[in-house]
């Protein structure tokens, strides 16, 4: 059971940059997915969520209006693209997958984890 996340990179201030999270051992259809990311000295927040039949999702207000999550399930893959990105969105991202059909926000709700992609936000 395994969680890749990628895409992240360095990019300039307003620029664009598209998660995936991609499974592999078992399938994201009945897994809410969600996305976190941890900044240096600070603690690791949600960001969003989709649930997993795609009828709910969640936003941090931190990121409302520039991030969207969207799953693939035939790819076994979820997205996050994140828009007008700003240096505070600097962080390692990380996917996790809960065994749950709704949206959950919690970390401890979450079962399975990536192992983070870093994204840098230049100003």
């Known amino acids: 059971v395994q969680l890749q996340a990628s895409g992240g990179g360095l990019v300039p201030l307003g620029g664009s940059l598209r998660l995936s999270c991609a499974a592999s051992?078992?399938?994201?259809?009945?897994?809410?997915i969600g996305w976190f990311r941890q900044a240096p000295g600070k603690e690791r927040e949600g960001v969003s969520c989709i649930s997993s039949s795609e009828g709910s999702t969640y936003y941090a207000d931190s990121v409302k209006g520039r991030f969207t999550i969207s799953r693939d399930n035939a790819k076994n893959t979820v997205y996050l693209q994140m828009n007008s990105l700003k240096p505070e969105d600097t962080a390692v991202y990380y996917c996790?997958?809960?065994?749950?059909?709704?949206?959950?926000?919690?970390?401890?709700?979450?079962?399975?984890w990536g192992q983070g992609t870093l994204v840098t936000v230049s100003s």
């Open positions: 051992g078992f399938t994201l259809d009945d897994y809410a």
């Open positions: 996790a997958a809960a065994g749950t059909e709704l949206v959950v926000t919690a970390p401890y709700q979450y079962n399975y």
